[in-house]
């Protein structure tokens, strides 16, 4: 059963910081490529970061770079989400996700979600 736990989350004022933190089972987490996701009320999940299986490689979205970093710890199977100069436009709820390698189409799917934490960040 995989399963993904996020936490971390929690009430911030602008400009503040917060970890977010996802352990992961029962899948290979150290070949895994993983991800953070965000909604916010009455938008769409939206990217904002993601890692390769061995921590070599990142990408962000443009709202969050400069600010935010993903980083993994293998030994822990843990994903981290570090998110500094937090602004109001950054509450929504994060989600952490697992991509899985499609050799069909040599692409990775998400395929792997988290329940979410919930990020407020007051103005």
């Known amino acids: 059963q995989v399963q993904l736990i996020e936490s971390g989350g929690g009430l911030v004022q602008a400009g503040g910081s917060l970890r977010l933190s996802c352990v992961v089972s029962?899948?290979?987490?150290?070949?895994?490529?993983m991800g953070w996701f965000r909604q916010a009320p009455g938008k769409e999940r939206e990217f904002v970061a993601a890692?390769?299986?061995?921590?070599?490689?990142?990408n962000y979205a443009d709202s969050v770079k400069g600010r935010f970093t993903i980083s993994r710890d293998n030994a822990k199977n843990t994903v981290y989400l570090q998110m500094n100069s937090l602004k109001p436009e950054d509450t929504a709820v994060y989600y952490c996700?697992?991509?899985?390698?499609?050799?069909?189409?040599?692409?990775?799917?998400?395929?792997?979600w988290g329940q979410g934490t919930q990020v407020t960040v007051s103005s």
């Open positions: 996700a697992a991509a899985t390698y499609q050799y069909g189409s040599s692409s990775w799917r998400y395929d792997y």
């Open positions: 029962g899948l290979p987490f150290s070949s895994s490529k």
């Open positions: 890692i390769s299986w061995s921590g070599s490689s990142t």
